[in-house]
């Protein structure tokens, strides 16, 4: 049971280059959602999504785009990177809002 | 607007010592917390929720409405418990989970 898998690990972006942070889950959770880890800002929502076709904006939206077409996988979209978006990006997904959270390993992205 | 605030950002306590980090929130309805903690090189995990009200690793936490206070409280800390702790916070109405900005706590030998 491999959880929740994040890909890429590590990503170097120049600024204005697109990338997309792939997220997939294999518990057939309706939950899933976004947040990115910056250093005494703790873990911010970026977007979240309550089953196949709903997404809707977290906390610190803009830049990132989502969607979710089917239930295993949610992908978050950088269009043009700012170094502003250099972070750790973590993915989760639950049963529903109120159950436990299960996270990916995290993304490290930097944009020069 | 709901929130989480963690006023420490680092907690360093002795060995043997009890620990508490705090954790305040802010919503008017009845809110679902939890503890989330983050060891080195491993991967967040849920630690405790309120509702639950049990005891993980020795950790509890007991929901103060009237204090909106969720503290994380331990009586005798151990090295282990070194990692990143996050209180959290959801509302099925809002169907968002809001973290706080972490504590670090380091226990020294």
């Known amino acids: 049971n491999a959880g929740v898998t994040q890909t890429p690990k590590f990503q170097v972006l120049k600024t204005g280059q697109s990338m997309t942070l792939q997220c997939a889950q294999d518990?057939?959770?309706?939950?899933m959602s976004w947040y990115r880890q910056d250093p005494g800002m703790g873990l911010r929502l970026i977007h979240y999504?309550?089953?196949?076709?709903?997404?809707d904006q977290g906390e610190v939206p803009n830049g990132y785009n989502v969607s979710r077409s089917t239930t295993e996988d949610f992908p978050l979209r950088l269009l043009s990177a700012a170094p502003s978006q250099t972070s750790v990006y973590f993915c989760?997904?639950?049963?529903?809002?109120?159950?436990?959270?299960?996270f990916g390993e995290g993304s490290r992205l930097t944009v020069l | 607007a709901q929130r989480v605030t963690q006023p420490e950002k680092l907690l360093s306590v002795f060995k043997g010592a009890p620990v508490e980090l705090k954790c305040n929130y802010s919503?008017?309805?009845?809110?679902?917390l939890f503890w989330y903690v983050q060891y080195s090189r491993q991967r967040l995990q849920l630690l405790l929720r309120?509702?639950s009200r049990e005891s993980i690793k020795g950790f509890t936490a007991d929901l103060n409405k009237g204090e909106t206070s969720f503290h994380l409280k331990k009586p005798f800390a151990q090295e282990e418990d070194s990692a990143m702790y996050y209180c959290?916070?959801?509302?099925?109405?809002?169907?968002?989970?809001?973290f706080g900005s972490g504590t670090r706590l380091s226990i020294r030998p």
């Open positions: 959290a916070l959801s509302r099925s109405s809002a169907s968002k989970i809001i």
């Open positions: 309120h509702i």
């Open positions: 518990m057939n959770h309706e939950y």
């Open positions: 999504s309550v089953g196949a076709g709903i997404t």
């Open positions: 919503y008017s309805g009845s809110p679902e």
């Open positions: 989760a997904s639950s049963y529903g809002i109120s159950g436990e959270l299960f």
